[in-house]
């Protein structure tokens, strides 16, 4: 996707908007997506006092509708708000707010990851960091041993993280419970003689019927002439039970061709009970990287995959997705090569439809790709200052305030 396409608001005149990253996030929120952080070797922010001057430390949004892009406030003349964005997680909380957990620390030239909780408001454009509480051992440890981050994922009031801890060589499960303030931490100790002992790193994870269902990762990344101990498959999935605390493995049916995959840095989102897999690094021979172009399917219910789309080019990994409430599957960012230190990054969205859009939907895209549409949503954001008058102008004309709402 070329410079062209976005909003121009790059602190430097020659770096592309939004700038390309890996290690990024992504979430819908209504009618926008919203992208946090990432990392990018060729990006050079002069502005925080960091270790690692690659970090991306930026919120732009996205309007699934007019597509145009438009840059949130994230740091000057911020306090509290996080410095580690990048291999962090963040979920929706509200229609306006994102939960923001972790991330990697090696801004300040430590070989961990982040358990830092934060709140970032849409709205206000402002960070608020969240105190968190638990006993003795209950909160994720930052003594990891890398600065890979961890997989997150929240349902309902409950986030689930699941951590590879070089130093304990084990998968490690911490929930918190967001239902009631002060948040609270607790470690769901594997019982003796069921732990996970490969401590994955770039996993990801969905929490279904009380299970925590692991999605790829390596137990050795940056340390591939030593031979990986861990030996995953999608056929195989490693799996934690909420309720008897022990590790399995949940055996799936999967056609010949990508039963043996296991995906480094993959992503994955939840969709009902389906998960879609996307991209990721196939290591082989613990040396030689190919990148998954595939987009795959899991039934929850029967345990059974499918090859459901294909990504665009060769295939991505260090990616994000996300799913809107159109029904369409969001896969951003990531590097598009193998060689992740001089990977080129991306800063496109790609769409896959799921699932099938409502009438109302599909005629707001239609209006937004039209002539009228155009100059409909041109106005409404070359106005900035004046975009109330706008508004309320685009009111007498007929708009209804929930399309305008949309278009925002």
């Known amino acids: 996707m070329s410079s062209e396409e976005f909003s121009n608001a790059s602190d430097n005149e020659d770096e592309m908007f939004p700038i390309p990253t890996s290690g990024c996030t992504i979430n819908a929120l209504g009618s926008n997506l919203v992208v946090i952080g990432g990392w990018n070797p ?15 430390r930026k919120i732009y949004k ?6 145009l892009w438009s840059e949130h406030r994230c740091y000057i003349p911020q306090e509290n708000c996080p410095i580690e964005t ?7 909380l509200t229609s306006n707010t994102l939960l923001f957990f972790g991330g990697s620390m090696s801004p300040m030239n430590v070989s961990e990851s982040s358990n830092k909780v934060f709140i970032y408001s849409m709205k206000d454009e402002s960070w608020k960091a969240v105190d968190c509480v638990g006993g003795p051992g209950q909160t994720p440890s930052t003594e990891v041993g890398h600065w890979w981050g961890r997989a997150g994922f929240l349902a309902g009031t409950t986030l689930t993280i699941c951590t590879g801890n070089y130093v304990t060589d084990q998968l490690e499960v911490n929930q918190l419970r967001i239902d009631s303030e002060p948040y609270r931490w607790e470690k769901l100790v594997p019982r003796s003689g069921a732990e996970f002992t490969f401590p994955l790193v770039k996993h990801q994870i969905v929490v279904y019927d009380n299970k925590v269902f692991v999605f ?24 934690f039970d909420l309720l008897t605390k022990k590790w399995s493995y949940t055996q799936c049916a999967i056609d010949e061709k990508y039963a043996e995959l296991w995906p480094f840095a993959p992503s994955v989102v ?10 990721g690094a196939l290591f082989h021979n613990g040396d030689s990287v190919d990148l998954l172009d595939a987009v795959l399917r899991l039934d929850l219910k029967e345990k059974s995959w499918n090859a459901f789309s294909t990504l665009k ?27 992740y230190m001089t990977s080129a990054r991306s800063n496109e969205v790609e769409f896959i439809q799921c699932t099938v859009p409502t009438l109302y939907q599909c005629a707001l895209m239609a209006f937004c790709a039209s002539e009228r549409g155009v100059m409909t949503t041109n106005r409404l954001h070359n106005a900035k200052d004046g975009r109330v008058a706008v508004i ?9 305030e929930f399309v305008l709402r949309d278009l925002l």
Request: some cysteine; aromatic content about 12%.
């Open 313 to 339: 080019g060769k295939g991505r990994f260090f990616h994000a997705s996300c799913v809107t409430d159109d029904g369409r599957l969001c896969v951003y960012g990531g590097c598009l090569e193998m060689e």
């Open 216 to 239: 790829g990762g390596s137990v050795n990344f940056m340390r591939r002439n030593r031979s990986e101990t861990f030996q995953g498959t999608l056929a195989s999935l490693p799996t």
């Open 270 to 279: 939840l969709v009902g009970h389906h998960v879609f897999l996307t991209g």
């Open 42 to 56: 060729h990006h050079f922010d002069p502005w925080i006092r960091s270790h690692d001057h690659g970090y991306v």
């Open 86 to 92: 990048a291999c962090h997680c963040t979920f929706q």
């Open 392 to 400: 309320e102008q685009l009111k007498i004309e007929g708009f209804p």
């Open 62 to 67: 996205h309007n699934l509708y007019t597509r």
